[in-house]
T-cell receptor, first 114, second 114 residues
Framework: NAGVTQTPKFQVLKTGQSMTLQCAQDMNHEYMSWYRQDPGMGLRLIHYSVGAGITDQGEVPNGYNVSRSTTEDFPLRLLSAAPSQTSVYFC?????????????FGPGTRLTVL | AQSVTQPDIHITVSEGASLELRCNYSYGATPYLFWYVQSPGQGLQLLLKYFSGDTLVQGIKGFEAEFKRSQSSFNLRKPSVHWSDAAEYFCAVGAMDSSYKLIFGSGTRLLVRP
């Protein structure tokens, strides 16, 4: 299993540009999520999905869209990038919806918005 | 509201010395607690987790953590640090809402002196 994969690893955008961060997992996990990591703040939840066709907002959803058309893929879209979205983005999936289930993280995408 | 505090931003230890990373949580009931490690440029890897039962939890790479309800703490320990342990360590608590998210502390960066 490849686990959780993310592309690209690095990206530089100009303010106002749009882009999609890709996330895929091959573990047949129903739950997937996106976090952003900022210095001194740990990771914060952006959006999550409990299954194909179902998504919901996390703590910091503004400026981001998601969709979940398949179990495997959970892309994150930035509609109009802003410098405040400069961050490291992590995709994660978990084995189930019990609080005890383990969450697996991808390697991250480092995004810079100029 | 649930929260996690890691009071130490940086910790430096000599190789072979013992290590303790502090974590305090805020939660009324028995929390689900996790420690993750992030090596430079990598994603997060689960070290160990606590849900119930024995308050001393063993993890991977020789790490252990002790849950102390009276102190609202879940400190991570290792008896002898190796240079490869240099990384950032995150304590997290599982949110008890429908988001199934992890609430992270701000992290502690471990530096290892030769």
């Amino acid at each position: 299993n490849a686990g959780v994969t993310q592309t690209p690893k690095f990206q530089v955008l100009k303010t106002g540009q749009s882009m999609t961060l890709q996330c895929a997992q091959d573990m047949n996990h129903e739950y997937m999520s996106w976090y952003r990591q900022d210095p001194g703040m740990g990771l914060r939840l952006i959006h999550y999905s409990v299954g194909a066709g179902i998504t919901d907002q996390g703590e910091v959803p503004n400026g981001y869209n998601v969709s979940r058309s398949t179990t495997e893929d959970f892309p994150l879209r930035l509609l109009s990038a802003a410098p405040s979205q400069t961050s490291v983005y992590f995709c994660a999936s978990r084995t189930g919806l019990a609080a005890t289930d383990t969450q697996y993280f991808g390697p991250g995408t480092r995004l810079t918005v100029l | 509201a649930q929260s996690v505090t890691q009071p130490d931003i940086h910790i430096t230890v000599s190789e072979g010395a013992s290590l303790e990373l502090r974590c305090n949580y805020s939660y009324g009931a028995t929390p689900y607690l996790f420690w993750y490690v992030q090596s430079p440029g990598q994603g997060l890897q689960l070290l160990l987790k606590y849900f119930s039962g024995d308050t001393l939890v063993q993890g991977i790479k020789g790490f252990e953590a002790e849950f102390k309800r009276s102190q609202s703490s879940f400190n991570l320990r290792k008896p002898s640090v190796h240079w490869s342990d240099a990384a950032e360590y995150f304590c997290a608590v599982g949110a008890m809402d429908s988001s199934y998210k992890l609430i992270f502390g701000s992290g502690t960066r471990l530096l290892v002196r030769p």
